[in-house]
């Protein structure tokens, strides 16, 4: 069971350059997150989604493009990277909703750095 | 609006000191969920606790206590006899009802603990 899994671990891009982060879960949860993490500001919501097939918009989407087209996975999207994104990335899934308290696993994270 | 405020950010202890982190939140709502999570230096967030609003009743697991007050809007996280495996980034949380808000964790900024041996 491996849990939240992340690929790949770190990333160097230069500005304009595309990539695509994937996440995968094997606990058969139905919400996933994408965070990223800067320095003094915590954690902040890109997107998020409820169930296969569905996203929604977060804290921070500008930039970001999402998709869950398998339950087990949620990829996260960067058409056109800029230094702003340089950043840690976590993913994460919960059985059930947040505002019911169900707890969020998270995964290792990746690091991005765009030049 | 919703934020959730840790104003310490770093704090250094020696081991054995006992460590208080402070947590403070802002909603107008009734329901609402509290969590802390820890960021060890690997990386990975680790959930540590959840507690619902209409349950005030502070709870200990080991060397770790959590006092939470909705009088001062306030759920911070003590840890007693710290030692060196203690030192991470900790996290507080606020979730809300997903009909109004979304499904959505309003993270703080997070504390830095560093425990000296």
């Known amino acids: 069971n491996a849990g939240v899994t992340q690929t790949p671990k770190f990333r160097v891009l230069k500005t304009g350059q595309s990539m695509t982060l994937l996440c995968a879960q094997d606990m058969n949860h139905e919400y996933m997150y994408w965070y990223r993490q800067d320095p003094g500001m915590g954690l902040r919501l890109i997107h998020y989604s409820v169930g296969e097939g569905t996203t929604a918009k977060g804290e921070v989407p500008d930039g970001y493009n999402v998709s869950r087209l398998k339950k087990q996975n949620f990829l996260l999207g960067l058409e056109s990277a800029a230094p702003s994104q340089t950043s840690v990335y976590f993913c994460?899934?919960?059985?059930?909703?947040?505002?019911?308290?169900?707890?969020?696993?998270f995964g290792p994270g990746t690091r991005l750095t765009v030049l | 609006a919703q934020k959730v405020t840790q104003a310490q950010t770093e704090i250094s202890v020696v081991e054995k000191e006992d460590v208080t982190l402070d947590c403070v939140y802002e909603?107008?709502?009734?329901?609402?969920?509290l969590f802390w999570y820890k960021q060890p230096p690997s990386g990975e967030l680790v959930f540590l606790i959840r507690?619902?609003?209409?349950?005030?009743q502070n709870e200990i697991s080991g060397r770790y206590s959590w006092n939470f007050q909705k009088s001062t809007s306030s759920f911070n996280f003590t840890i007693t006899a710290s030692q060196v495996v203690d030192s991470a980034v900790y996290f507080c949380?606020?979730?809300?009802?997903?009909?109004?808000?979304?499904?959505?964790?309003?993270f703080g900024a997070g504390t830095i603990l560093r425990v000296k041996s």
């Open positions: 994460a899934s919960a059985q059930g909703s947040l505002g019911k308290g169900d707890e969020q696993f």
């Open positions: 949380a606020l979730s809300l009802p997903e009909m109004e808000y979304g499904n959505k964790l309003v």
């Open positions: 507690r619902n609003s209409f349950d005030e």
């Open positions: 909603t107008r709502d009734t329901t609402y969920y």
